[in-house]
């Protein structure tokens, strides 16, 4: 079973930065696909970025592709994603999830979640 806390979620203005973490436990870390996803008020939870196991694959949600940019540290067990030009409109909370398929994480049927961050961005 594996454990996912998030952090570094808070308040910023619109044009600053943020960086998420999450710490994973209770897995090989490793062997996972690990991606953040995020839920705004009255919305429909949201895929924002994937990274494959290795690292060597990325994906992103279009309208993060230029601001944001996630990253994993296979010996830390720790993935992030770094926020950069935060708009309003990002304001959610924020998701770290992993599954083992990456295609699975990437279409929201993963297997494991964290309890989420709260990110609110002010205008």
Known sequence: QVQLVESGGGLVQAGGSLRLSCLASGGT??????GWFRQAPGKEREFVAAISASGGARYYEDSVKGRFTISRDNARNTLYLQMNSLKPEDTAVYYCTADQFLAVLRAGAYN???QGTQVTVSS
């Open 29 to 34: 870390f490793s062997s996972y696909a690990m």
């Open 112 to 114: 494991y979640k964290g």
